[in-house]
C-alpha cells in the first residue's frame, strides 16, 4: 500500500522560509521512473503544480516559482523536502506531495497559513 | 512552459446530462501526455484519465477523454449524483515543468 504524507509548520511569518516534509511508504524513490511532486492549492483556488524530483535525482521547478524552490530527496529515509524561500500571504495555500506519471497518489495535504 | 486554458470555469448540470469540459494547451503536448483529475472538498485530487484517453483503473466508464490536436476533452456520458466536484486538466511532459488548467466546477442545475 502506497502512503504519502506532508509534514511541516502550518504558520510561517512573511519573508520566512518554509520547509515541508513528505514521507511516504510502499514505494522506493529510486525505483527507475519513479517521481514525486508537490503541488499546492489556495484556499477556494486551483491547483498549482510546484516541482518534482526523479528516481535519477533530475529536478524540475515551476517557471514562476524556480528561484524560490529548492527539491530533495532522502531516499534512505523514503523522505522528499522542498523549500520555498521569501513567504508571502498569498503562499498560504494546502501543500500535497504526491506521486504522479507514473500512477497517482496524494498525501492528505497540510494548510500553511502566512501570517505576521 | 505550455499553458492550460480549461473552459468553462463552472458549468451547471442535471444527473443524467451528458457534460464535456475542454482543455487547450497553448502548444503541442507530446506522446499525449494530458491528465483529468477530480476533485471534492477537503479531498485530494483523483486521477481519471492518463495519456488523454486511457482510464485509469476504477473510474467509471462513464468517464472518458478524448484529443485532438491541442484540444484534450473530458466527457462524462450520464452524469451522477457523485460527479459534482471539481476537475482539472493536468500537462506532464516528461521534458519541461508540468502545469494544470485552471479547473472546472461540475454544480448541480
Known amino acids: 500500500q502506497v502512503t504519502l504524507k506532508e509534514s511541516g509548520p502550518a504558520l510561517v511569518k512573511p519573508t520566512q522560509t518554509l520547509t515541508l516534509t513528505c514521507t511516504f511508504s510502499?514505494?522506493?524513490?529510486?525505483?527507475?521512473?519513479?517521481?514525486v511532486s508537490w503541488v499546492r492549492q489556495p484556499p477556494g483556488k486551483a491547483l498549482e503544480w510546484l516541482a518534482r524530483?526523479?528516481?535519477?535525482?533530475?529536478?524540475l521547478y515551476s517557471t514562476s516559482l524556480k528561484t524560490r524552490l529548492t527539491i530533495s530527496k532522502d531516499t534512505s529515509r523514503d523522505q522528499v523536502v522542498l523549500t520555498m524561500t521569501n513567504m508571502d500571504p498569498v503562499d498560504t495555500a494546502t501543500y500535497y506531495c504526491?506521486?504522479?506519471?507514473?500512477?497517482?497518489?496524494w498525501g492528505q495535504g497540510i494548510l500553511v497559513t502566512v501570517s505576521s | 512552459d505550455i499553458q492550460m486554458t480549461q473552459s468553462p470555469s463552472t458549468l451547471s448540470a442535471s444527473v443524467g446530462d451528458r457534460v464535456t469540459i475542454t482543455c487547450r494547451a497553448s502548444?503541442?503536448?507530446?506522446?499525449?501526455?494530458l491528465a483529468w483529475f477530480q476533485q471534492k472538498p477537503g479531498q485530494a485530487p483523483k486521477l481519471l484519465i492518463y495519456?488523454?484517453?486511457s482510464l485509469e483503473s476504477g473510474v467509471p466508464s462513464r468517464f472518458s477523454g478524448s484529443e485532438s490536436g491541442t484540444e484534450f476533452t473530458l466527457t462524462i456520458s450520464s452524469l451522477q449524483p457523485d460527479d459534482f466536484a471539481t476537475y482539472y486538466c493536468?500537462?506532464?511532459?516528461?521534458?519541461?515543468?508540468?502545469?494544470f488548467g485552471q479547473g472546472t466546477k461540475v454544480e448541480i442545475k
Open positions: 504526491a506521486r504522479m506519471h507514473p500512477y497517482s497518489n
Open positions: 510502499g514505494f522506493s524513490l529510486s525505483t527507475s521512473g519513479l517521481r
Open positions: 524530483i526523479e528516481w535519477n535525482d533530475n529536478k
Open positions: 502548444q503541442s503536448i507530446s506522446n499525449s501526455w
Open positions: 495519456r488523454a484517453s
Open positions: 493536468q500537462h506532464y511532459n516528461l521534458y519541461s515543468p508540468w502545469t
